[in-house]
């Protein structure tokens, strides 16, 4: 059995990574390996990220909308059993009255469908129940973006 780290990542480290930190002109190689690690199957994200990024006609929902087969899922039954869960346990993780954070449980569902090896990936800070608060009640593993970098150990070479 592959033991290699797996990850569910939410749409704020795509976000942060590809428009703050890690821009595709001088970081593309981090985006290559970002790409190659879903084809692998390790990192995956909530097809509701998608619907999050979607909000932004920009370069990185092109990026996604290309890699869509490879790096985003649908809700499978056990990921929906996960999610119903979590909805019903932390109802406050979706601010309804601002309309943010639709996507983090399902972020949380995927991570926890795929066992004690799936890490979250985020840029949110622990807070007024977000995800990683979640995370941690929940017992998965929380990082950001550059944590999942120095956790797959890439380098500038």
């Not at 795509?14 to 790409?35: A, Q, T």
């Not at 990921?79 to 601010?95: E, F, N, T």
């Not at 943010?100 to 469908?113: E, K, N, Q, T």
Request: proline letters at 4%.
């Amino acid at each position: 059995m592959d033991r290699s780290p797996r990850y569910s990542i939410d749409s704020s480290s795509l976000m942060h990574g590809w428009c703050r930190v890690y821009r595709p002109k001088n970081f593309g190689f981090i985006w290559d390996r970002i790409e190659a690690l879903a084809v692998e199957g390790r990192l995956s994200a909530s097809i509701e990220v998608l619907h999050e990024i979607s909000k932004k006609d920009d370069e990185l929902f092109k990026w996604c909308k290309a890699r869509q087969e490879a790096l985003f899922v649908e809700v499978d039954d056990a990921c929906q059993a996960h999610l119903a869960r979590i909805m019903a346990g932390y109802p406050r993780l979706v601010d309804t009255v601002k309309g943010r954070s639709g996507g983090d449980p399902f972020v949380i569902a995927l991570a926890s469908s795929k066992g004690k090896s799936c890490s979250v990936v985020t840029e949110e800070h622990p807070g007024k129940m977000r995800i990683p608060d979640v995370c941690r009640a929940e017992g998965i593993t929380c990082i950001g973006f550059a944590d999942l970098i120095e956790q797959e150990d890439w380098r500038f070479a």
